[in-house]
């Protein structure tokens, strides 16, 4: 299983959003999309669809933007990735196995789902900006 290239865009759109989450200013879809290199059209139909969903909030005006609608380490991935991919529709099984073979590969498919949900409700937007900024301290040191 791979991360669509739609989870990808929308996790690092929250990830720069969670990076300036302290300082209570609205980050403007040009800055996030120069900042992450995401089209600025994709871009704007993400963050109107984490809008819907509670993720993000969005200001109008001159100085407006999105921030987030909650703090960073209060998103999970699973939000995300959720909320993005439909996680929760995909997981109910709505044809009967009709053979043994079709009922354990259905019950080893929910166990793998389950397994990734609980995983990814593990790992919150702070410990990516963490991890990310642990990483960007690592290149420093190692060009010095």
């Not at 300036?20 to 992450?36: C, F, H, K, M, V």
């Not at 019950?107 to 389950?114: A, K």
Request: with cysteine; hydrophobic share 40%.
């Amino acid at each position: 299983m791979d991360l669509s290239s739609k989870s990808e865009y929308a996790l690092l759109a929250l990830l720069e959003l969670s990076a300036g989450y302290g300082g209570g200013e609205p980050l403007q879809i040009r800055q996030i999309s120069a900042n992450q290199n995401i089209p600025d059209r994709y871009l704007e139909q993400l963050l109107a669809h984490l809008r819907r969903a509670g993720l993000v909030k969005s200001q109008r005006g001159a100085r407006g933007g999105y921030i987030l609608a909650r703090a960073p380490w209060l998103i999970s991935l699973y939000d995300v990735i959720s909320c993005i991919e439909g996680l929760e529709a995909q997981g109910e099984i709505t044809k009967i196995p009709e053979t043994a073979e079709a009922s354990v590969i259905q019950e080893v498919w929910g166990e793998l789902r389950q397994a990734m949900a609980q995983a990814l409700q593990g790992y919150t937007l702070k410990d990516l900006l963490e991890r990310r900024n642990a990483k960007q301290q690592l290149d420093i040191m190692y060009y010095i």
